[in-house]
Structure formats: C-alpha cells, structure tokens
C-alpha cells in the first residue's frame, strides 16, 4: 500500500513565502492547508493598505489566490484562524470577511497577537476541502 500524497502549492497570484514553508499544502488531494497569509502585493510583496480592513482583503485574496491553485475556492474552506495586532480591529475585519465568504460560514478562530510578520494588522490562514 502506498502512503498518501502529501504536495506542495505555489501560485504567483499570492506573495512568495517568507520563510522555510509553502504557501500551501494538500494530503491526498482531499486536503488543503493554506499557510498564514499577510496583505503582501504578490508582485512587489510590498505591505498594501493602511486600515486592518483593507490590510483584510489583500490577506483574503492571497488566500483565495492559493486556495485556486490547490484546486479548492472559499466556499469549500472549513477551518480559518484570524489573528489581528489589535483586537480593536475585529468589527472592520469581519465586515470584509463577510464579503469574501459570503453564505458560507466556515469554522474560525481569531485573536489578538502582540506582532505579526512586517508589522501588518492582520493574518490569515485556513484549512479547506478540495472535490
């Protein structure tokens, strides 16, 4: 018997890694773990956007950018962890998050963190099924 499949995903649509991991990575095709993204311009990985919620829908899109090229959509994401440099952020984020899953409602966590990568306000990760 062979061991299930374990794949790396890559998109130039989403920012280059920053470090010693994928953007994302599927087991056995079902599976789609998206790493931690922050609003880098995948282009430029310069930092986009001043507000948390603008910051929110550059991080979100670099998600549904990698969720794309691991053959899944926002729509089949089950689990996201948000975590914010300030929990003050939380009401402006969820307006943007709400936008960009629409109906669906995956499971989620979010929380507070002292900093994150390059200063920004916010990251983003998830867990999704691919058909």
């Not at 890559?10 to 991991?21: D, F, K, S, V, W």
């Not at 994928?22 to 079902?30: D, E, L, R, W």
């Not at 969720?67 to 440099?85: D, I």
């Amino acid at each position: 018997m062979s061991a299930p499949a374990i794949a790396a995903v890559a998109t130039p649509n989403a920012p280059a890694a920053l470090g010693p991991y994928s953007q994302a990575v599927s087991y056995s095709g079902p599976t789609l773990y998206v790493s931690g993204q922050i609003p880098l311009h995948p282009e430029t990985m310069a930092v986009v956007g001043e507000t948390a919620a603008d910051q929110a829908r550059q991080a979100l899109k670099n998600m549904g950018a990698i969720l794309e090229a691991g053959g899944s959509s926002p729509q089949r994401v089950l689990k996201v962890t948000v975590m914010l440099a300030e929990i003050a952020d939380f009401a402006a984020v969820n307006e943007v998050y709400a936008e960009f899953f629409g109906d669906h409602k995956p499971a989620r966590a979010c929380f507070a963190c002292k900093s994150l990568p390059k200063g920004v306000l916010i990251e983003v990760d998830c867990i999704a099924a691919v058909p």
